[in-house]
């Protein structure tokens, strides 16, 4: 696989707990805030959005939580499995239809 | 259904040559997106293309350039490479008022 990701900050959990991941957004104006999955040797793949208008949105095993006021973003992820180690990465997508990339973390599930 | 496709895989380029890398999708996707990705780096948008027959520079468009060919095909093209654009490239679409875009499988550039 490849070397993406020797750098970013990096959460450990036990398998069967609960995973959040956090995210700090600097663009106001973003229409929606995106979650993507990456695993090693891949593209990412598309987790869950929310639209700016909201606070939160559930879906499979995971609910994203956004809070304007301090530019905020989580993901959190419910009974972590091994499957989900991987690294994290927030998006932002505007009117102008540009989806940009925000700063990543690595999850790690411990068996 | 193959989804996007890039080529090559994997590539060494010298200082100075030039190279096209190729993305094709076949999701009848208006938009389109080429991004770069070095270690701890996350992901970098170089450009994008909203619809056929546009093009918009993203964050890192400097020593680039794209064209969206057609609908199903865009391509982003190193002038004159540096060793700075070593980096592994994505290509990624969605369709039109999408945030769920699909990635290619990327491309790994060596630039010596």
């Known amino acids: 696989g490849e070397s993406v990701g020797l750098h970013l900050p990096t959460l450990s959990v036990q398998e069967g707990d609960n995973s959040i991941i956090n995210c700090a957004y600097s663009n106001s104006a973003s229409d929606y805030f995106i979650w993507y999955k990456q695993e090693s040797g891949k593209g990412p793949q598309f987790i869950i959005d929310?639209?700016?208008?909201?606070d939160k949105r559930q879906g499979q095993r995971v609910t994203v939580l956004l809070n304007k006021t301090v530019k905020h973003l989580s993901l959190q992820i419910a009974a972590t499995q091994p499957g989900d180690s991987a690294v994290y990465f927030c998006a932002e997508w505007t009117g102008r239809r540009a989806l940009t990339f925000g700063s990543g973390t690595r999850l790690q599930v411990q068996p | 259904n193959a989804g996007v496709t890039q080529t090559p895989k994997f590539q060494v380029l010298k200082t100075g040559q030039s190279m096209t890398l190729q993305c094709a999708q076949d999701m009848n996707h208006n938009s389109m997106y080429w991004y770069r990705q070095d270690p701890g780096m996350g992901l970098r948008l170089i450009y994008y293309?909203?619809?056929?027959?546009?093009?918009d520079k993203g964050e890192v468009p400097n020593g680039y350039n794209v064209s969206r060919l057609n609908k199903r095909e865009f391509s982003l093209r190193l002038e004159s490479a540096a060793p700075s654009q070593t980096s592994v490239y994505f290509c990624a679409s969605s369709s039109y008022l999408n945030t769920e875009a699909f990635f290619g499988q990327g491309t790994r550039l060596t630039v010596v």
């Open positions: 929310i639209r700016s208008n909201m």
């Open positions: 293309s909203a619809s056929e027959g546009t093009t």
